[in-house]
């Protein structure tokens, strides 16, 4: 821990440069998380494609559930 590199092999500029690089030039500064951030924001309510998938999972799954309880009342 006195400075000098580690014995070995050394990795390439381009994966060490953010390691090296100052802590405000990765982090965001105060500034910037308080600041007003312009454009669209995150949707309110899920789009209609969301929503068409949620749906086609649940009757898919109702109905996976209704023809196993169908086939094991007919076992019994």
């Not at 454009?39 to 109905?63: D, F, H, K, T």
Request: charged residues 20%; without cysteine.
């Amino acid at each position: 821990m006195n400075g000098e590199p580690p014995p070995g092999l050394t990795l390439p500029e381009a994966l060490t440069r953010l390691l090296k690089a100052p802590r405000g030039a990765i982090w965001p500064t105060p500034e910037d998380r308080n600041r007003l951030r312009l454009g669209r924001q995150s949707p309110r309510e899920p789009s209609r494609a969301v929503m068409g998938v949620w749906i086609w999972a649940i009757l898919y799954n109702v109905m996976g559930f209704a023809i196993l309880a169908t086939l094991w009342r007919t076992m019994h």
